[in-house]
């Protein structure tokens, strides 16, 4: 029995080193795979760069193109149809020759007519002039009773129209007296009596004019 153990055990041990050593083994052997791939891959992220490829942008559509609006053609005016194709004018042919046409007689122009001259005076132009002193003409005696009843007294203006023949044809007042009886008195007084040389003009005795006056004073 204890010959039996003793064999039994020594094999168990011959069993537990080879099965040490296989481990050994296995365990080198991993080992030295291990530092191999560590070693490898150290040198790759050395050597190598990580380049990653950009992603390609995604282009955007074009936008869709703008319809062009034509713009409608510019109206055009139908061709105008012209016929060239005339036919010519007929000509007539005269065998007769037109009268001849009647000569033009120009009109002598009209003298010039120069006009009048007018007549040379034949003597000299003056107004009617009075024949004797005007002062006769009034006096005292001739002073109306109704005035001298009034007292009115004053000067009266006249202008007398003279005929061809002398004798006075109208008598009108210029300036009052204040007493229309001494104006009435002045032109029947004046227009009987004055006389007077005739207005000449070219030597013709004319109608002319003459103008006074007369002062009228109370008699005492």
Request: proline residues 16%; contains cysteine.
């Amino acid at each position: 029995m204890a010959y039996a153990d003793q064999s039994m055990s020594g094999n168990k041990v011959t069993a537990i080193v080879i099965v040490a050593l296989i481990h050994v083994f296995i365990g080198y052997a991993l080992v030295t795979g291990l530092a191999y791939e560590a070693y490898k891959k150290a040198v790759e992220k050395v050597t190598t760069v990580d380049i990653k490829e950009e992603e390609p942008k995604k282009e955007e559509p074009p936008p869709p193109p703008e319809k062009k609006v034509e713009a409608p053609p510019p109206p055009v005016a139908p061709p105008v149809k012209i016929n060239v194709a005339t036919t010519p004018p007929q000509i007539q042919t005269v065998t007769t020759a037109p009268p001849p046409a009647p000569p033009v007689v120009l009109a002598a122009p009209a003298p010039i007519v120069a006009p009048p001259a007018p007549p040379a005076p034949t003597g000299p132009t003056s107004g009617a002039q009075p024949k004797g002193s005007p002062a006769s003409w009034a006096t005292n005696d001739d002073y109306p009773q109704a005035a001298i009843r009034k007292e009115a007294q004053g000067t009266t203006g006249f202008s007398l129209t003279v005929g061809p023949d002398g004798r006075v044809t109208g008598c009108t007042v210029t300036s009052s007296s204040g007493s229309p009886e001494l104006d009435d008195a002045t032109c029947k007084l004046v227009t009987r009596r004055a006389r007077f040389k005739p207005a000449v003009q070219n030597g013709t005795p004319v109608a002319g004019s003459f103008a006074s006056r007369i002062r009228w004073v109370l008699p005492e």
